[in-house]
Nanobody, 119 residues
Framework: QVQLVEAGGGLVRPGGSLRLSCTVS???????????MAWYRQGPGNQREWVAT???????YYANSVKGRFTNSRDNAKNTVYLQMNSLNAEDTAVYYC??????????WGQGTQVTVSS
């Protein structure tokens, strides 16, 4: 069973930055490096939405709402993906999750990490 552990969230002022991490604790390196990963978020009262994807080859895709502000990356040796979030605003407040990209089979969801943007 694949276990996903998100970390790095917290309280940040508008305009601030955070870097989230997602560690795949069970999957082997050979497995992890061959598959794409994605970030999702769910704000208060909202449905979970797709945020970003990074492919096995390192290509990245972003939702329009975060394009130009968020950067997805990965460290295959650590079985970890990162989401660098800059220029944060109140609309970015949400619980952030990682998982398989849309259109593929999801792993069991982790607990996510809370990001709160507030002055």
């Amino acid at each position: 069973q694949v276990q996903l552990v998100e970390a790095g969230g917290g309280l940040v002022r508008p305009g601030g930055s955070l870097r989230l991490s997602c560690t795949v604790s069970i999957a082997s390196q050979s497995f992890f490096r061959d598959y794409a990963m994605a970030w999702y978020r769910q704000g208060p009262g909202n449905q979970r939405e797709w945020v970003a994807t990074i492919t096995a080859g390192g290509m990245t895709y972003y939702a329009n709402s975060v394009k130009g502000r968020f950067t997805n990356s990965r460290d295959n040796a650590k079985n970890t993906v990162y989401l660098q979030m800059n220029s944060l605003n109140a609309e970015d407040t949400a619980v952030y999750y990682c998982n398989a990209p849309p259109g593929t089979d999801y792993y069991s969801w982790g607990q996510g990490t809370q990001v709160t943007v507030s002055s």
